[in-house]
């Protein structure tokens, strides 16, 4: 955090790092030799925020960073075995490298946390949960946090008082029904591979459908793994996984890729329809990330036929070029429909201001 409101500018360095020590050692060299706007002082850390993918049933907030948390983000490691072990070692470089310095953690799913238990429970045998702690636990919170207050401060509204659905459309993507404010249900589940079909993941199959398959083919289940999470969604059907080259490819008449828009297009309209019936009244409908915040078709399709709903898409708004949150519904929409880039790097490090704060504050 500088000090002053001015922003020192952006220095980028690329190059090979053996591991995350040698990298956090290069940001302190680079922050000595980095003067804030205008030349005087000198950059100073003063709190360090780290994104972690999967806080399980432990972490329903964001927390100060100790070697007991740290041991208990690495313990989380069977539900996040490509992140949490990453996780670990950075905040543990971090409370190395810059001794003193509070570090706070910000997990992707402590958004979801205030999921009722019949919505994050799976109807498989209940020792699988209270065993293995199987259950859903939604990611992306840290997005579908940001960009629900940016709805609410849009409509000039208090968020605990509204209903909304919140799209995060990447290549990575998932739908979040928000309730008075607070998570209630969310599209992915232990893992990110549920939910909607995404750019090279399958969301939503029947379970049934995966064993039928790996007994036919004899595919032994890590591999299965990496086909449903890299070699299926869009990528699978028409062989892109960049809605970009969807595009250009369905306008050239090719009729895989239009077949893979509609079935894209077709898992977010059932989703928002079911939260549609779950939450009985729906403020706002919220598209962000790339593709919801940059893609006038993908929100024109997906609006396409849900007037019945509430949502009536401004064709002319929604077309225009434009940046930072804006309107695309028409005046008289029931529901606000609206596009709010996300910021997660923004939402923790205020995440991390407000905590360490308060910290400082509860000590003096």
């Given at each position: 955090?500088?000090?002053?409101?001015?922003?020192a500018?952006e220095v980028?360095?690329?190059q090979?790092?053996?591991?995350?020590?040698?990298?956090?050692?290069?940001?302190?060299?680079?922050l000595?030799?980095?003067?804030?706007?205008?030349?005087?002082?000198?950059?100073v850390?003063r709190a360090?925020?780290?994104?972690?993918?999967?806080?399980?049933?432990?972490?329903?907030?964001?927390?100060?960073?100790?070697?007991?948390?740290?041991e208990?983000i690495?313990?989380?490691?069977?539900?996040?075995p490509?992140?949490?072990p990453?996780?670990?070692?950075?905040?543990?470089t971090?409370?190395?490298?810059?001794p003193g310095?509070?570090?706070?953690?910000v997990?992707?799913?402590?958004?979801?946390?205030t999921?009722?238990?019949h919505?994050?429970?799976?109807?498989?045998p209940?020792?699988?949960?209270?065993d293995?702690?199987?259950?859903?636990?939604?990611?992306?919170?840290t997005?579908?946090?940001?960009?629900?207050?940016?709805?609410?401060?849009?409509?000039h509204?208090?968020?605990?008082?509204?209903?909304m659905?919140?799209c995060?459309?990447?290549?990575?993507a998932?739908?979040?029904?928000?309730?008075?404010?607070?998570?209630?249900?969310?599209?992915?589940?232990?893992?990110?591979?549920?939910?909607?079909?995404?750019?090279?993941?399958c969301?939503?199959?029947?379970?049934?459908?995966?064993?039928f398959?790996?007994?036919?083919?004899?595919?032994?289940?890590?591999?299965?793994?990496?086909?449903?999470?890299k070699?299926?969604?869009?990528?699978?059907i028409?062989?892109r996984?960049?809605?970009?080259?969807?595009?250009?490819?369905?306008?050239?008449?090719?009729e895989?890729a239009?077949?893979a828009?509609?079935?894209?297009?077709?898992?977010?309209?059932?989703?928002?329809g079911?939260?549609?019936?779950?939450?009985g009244?729906?403020?706002?409908?919220v598209?962000?990330?790339?593709?919801?915040?940059?893609?006038?078709?993908?929100?024109a399709a997906?609006?396409?036929g849900l007037?019945?709903?509430?949502?009536?898409?401004?064709?002319?708004?929604?077309?225009?070029?434009?940046?930072?949150t804006?309107?695309?519904?028409?005046?008289?929409?029931?529901?606000?429909?609206?596009?709010v880039?996300?910021?997660e790097e923004?939402?923790?490090?205020q995440?991390t201001?407000?905590?360490?704060?308060?910290?400082?504050?509860?000590s003096?």
């Amino acid at each position: 955090i500088m000090p002053g409101t001015e922003q020192a500018g952006e220095v980028t360095r690329t190059q090979h790092f053996p591991d995350h020590k040698a990298g956090f050692k290069l940001m302190v060299e680079l922050l000595a030799e980095t003067k804030p706007a205008g030349g005087q002082g000198q950059l100073v850390v003063r709190a360090i925020g780290h994104r972690v993918v999967q806080g399980g049933d432990r972490f329903k907030e964001a927390c100060l960073v100790t070697p007991k948390i740290v041991e208990e983000i690495r313990e989380l490691s069977a539900l996040a075995p490509l992140h949490n072990p990453g996780h670990a070692e950075g905040m543990e470089t971090a409370l190395e490298v810059f001794p003193g310095v509070p570090s706070v953690a910000v997990f992707d799913t402590e958004f979801h946390q205030t999921m009722p238990r019949h919505v994050y429970l799976y109807p498989l045998p209940y020792e699988y949960y209270t065993d293995l702690a199987v259950r859903r636990y939604g990611f992306h919170g840290t997005s579908h946090r940001y960009v629900a207050k940016g709805a609410a401060k849009a409509l000039h509204r208090d968020l605990a008082e509204l209903n909304m659905i919140t799209c995060h459309l990447g290549n990575g993507a998932s739908i979040t029904a928000i309730k008075n404010g607070e998570c209630f249900d969310t599209s992915m589940g232990l893992t990110p591979l549920a939910g909607i079909m995404m750019g090279s993941r399958c969301g939503d199959v029947d379970p049934s459908a995966v064993t039928f398959v790996a007994k036919q083919r004899n595919i032994a289940p890590e591999k299965l793994d990496v086909i449903m999470n890299k070699q299926s969604g869009l990528l699978g059907i028409c062989g892109r996984n960049d809605l970009r080259d969807v595009h250009e490819a369905r306008a050239n008449g090719d009729e895989m890729a239009q077949l893979a828009f509609e079935m894209f297009i077709y898992r977010i309209q059932k989703y928002l329809g079911s939260y549609y019936a779950v939450l009985g009244r729906v403020d706002a409908l919220v598209f962000t990330a790339g593709i919801g915040e940059n893609d006038h078709l993908t929100r024109a399709a997906v609006c396409q036929g849900l007037e019945h709903m509430g949502f009536k898409l401004d064709v002319a708004a929604n077309a225009a070029s434009g940046r930072g949150t804006r309107r695309v519904s028409t005046p008289d929409s029931p529901t606000a429909i609206y596009v709010v880039p996300t910021d997660e790097e923004l939402e923790i490090a205020q995440l991390t201001q407000a905590l360490v704060a308060g910290c400082f504050l509860e000590s003096s």
